[in-house]
Structures are given as C-alpha cells and as structure tokens.
C-alpha cells in the first residue's frame, strides 16, 4: 500500500507542479470554473494517477482523485486571497489521495511488486526537490509577507535570470544526497560558503531576503532526506 501511495503521489507532484504553467495558474484563478485550463489540468490529473497506478481496473479511482482536484481548485480560484490557500489546497489533494490508496484494494500488479519501495520514496524526494520545493518556498514568503524594496538601480542588476531557481535545485539536490549518505558537515559547509557569499554583496535587505529563502530551500531537502533515510533506516 505504501509503494502505491508513494507512486499517486509522485503521479500528483507531476500533475500539479511540472504539468501547469503559471499562464494556466493565472487562467485558472481569473476565471474560475469558466477556465478551461481547470478542465485541461483534471484531465492531466486524471491520466497521470490512472497511469502510474500501472492497473486498468484503477481508472474509476482516478475519476475520483480527479473531480476531488477539480473541485478542490476550483474552491481554490475562489478564495485566492485567503492566506495559506495554496497549503490549504495541496493538503486537501494529498488527504484524498492518502484515503483513496488506502480504499483501494487493487495493490500493485505483479510487474511492480519486485520494485523497491525504497526507490519509490527516492525518486519522490528527487521530484519534490526540484521544481515543487521552488514553489513552496515562494508561498511561504509570499505569506509570511516579506518583501524586498526594489530601488531604481533595479534595471542595471548583475543578477542572471532564473539563476536562483537552478541554484537552489543544485543545492537541494545536493543535499539531499549528502543527508542520504550521512555527509551532514558537506550541508553545514554549503550552507556556510553561499551566507557568507550573499552578506559580502552588500546590500542586507536583498540579502536577509535571499538568506531566508537558502535556508527554507535547505530545510525542504533536509527533511526530506532524513524522512526517507529514517523511514528506510538507511
């Protein structure tokens, strides 16, 4: 039951964080259930958790998973404003995938059974270290409302676009690994080396900014590997 979990869950990451754009984000929370990017996404969400339940018997299950997210979104849309909303959301999502899962009585068919459980849960902490975690970390700024004053000189910045986005893959996944191998010391030393590096720019209020989002950006990755490595006793 628990390899199935983790495979719904991996089919959700994919659906609702690497399969949407913000253009259909920005479409959705606009119009509403007049969006037809909202119709467009349950039918993601309904291909990806039929697909990798690897089971043709689990279509109508994933019917189920995918006019809950539909709803759910739609629930979404309409109280945008609301703090905590996108958490609200995302725990409503993974609270109906948990009691599907838990209902279904299928299992996994025999092709998957051989297939580490460990590896699974692996690959889950791949996803949700990347694209997933940069969302998360801009949601809880964003409700933590902090905010950094842009001044005039914004335009001549040397910052390279998107550039934190990669660096703080790089840096998840990287520590993801180092946690997974029982290196703690290589984390402590990264986290170390990119501070110093942010406070020796000179401006504090850009870098305290980008200091709260390296050390949220390290947590993710360092819970995330010490769950699966306590989990798995690894």
């Known amino acids: 039951m628990v390899s199935f979990l983790l495979l719904q869950l991996i089919a959700h990451t994919i659906s609702d964080f690497y399969l ?69 959301d995302q725990i409503i999502h993974v609270v ?3 009691a599907v899962c838990y209902f279904w009585k299928g299992g996994l068919p025999d092709c998957l059974c051989c297939l580490d459980e460990k590896y699974i849960a692996l690959l889950l902490g791949v996803f949700v ?29 040397e910052d390279l676009p998107n550039a934190g986005k990669l660096i703080g893959v790089v840096e998840r996944l990287l520590s993801l690994v180092f946690v997974l191998l029982g290196q703690y010391e290589a984390v402590g030393f990264i986290i170390a080396a990119k501070s110093l590096l942010r406070f020796a720019e000179g401006d504090k209020a850009k ?13 993710m990755a360092i819970f995330v590997g010490v769950a699966i490595k306590l989990y798995y006793g690894m």
Not at 138 to 146: F, L, R, S, T, V
């Open 20 to 88: 949407q754009t913000d253009k259909s984000c920005a479409d959705k929370a606009k119009n509403g259930l007049k969006s037809p990017k909202l119709y467009i996404h349950a039918l993601i969400t309904f291909v990806c958790a039929w697909l990798l339940s690897f089971s043709f018997n689990f279509w109508w299950v994933a019917l189920i998973i995918a006019v809950t997210h539909l709803l759910v979104d739609a629930m979404k849309c309409y109280a945008s404003k609301c703090k905590y909303i996108f958490f609200i």
């Open 96 to 98: 109906v995938i948990v």
């Open 129 to 157: 270290c990347i694209k997933p975690s940069n969302i998360i970390i801009k949601e809880i700024i964003k409700d933590a409302n902090i905010k950094v004053n842009k001044g005039s000189d914004d335009n001549n910045t």
């Open 207 to 219: 870098s305290e900014y980008v200091l709260i989002g390296t050390l949220l950006s390290f947590s």
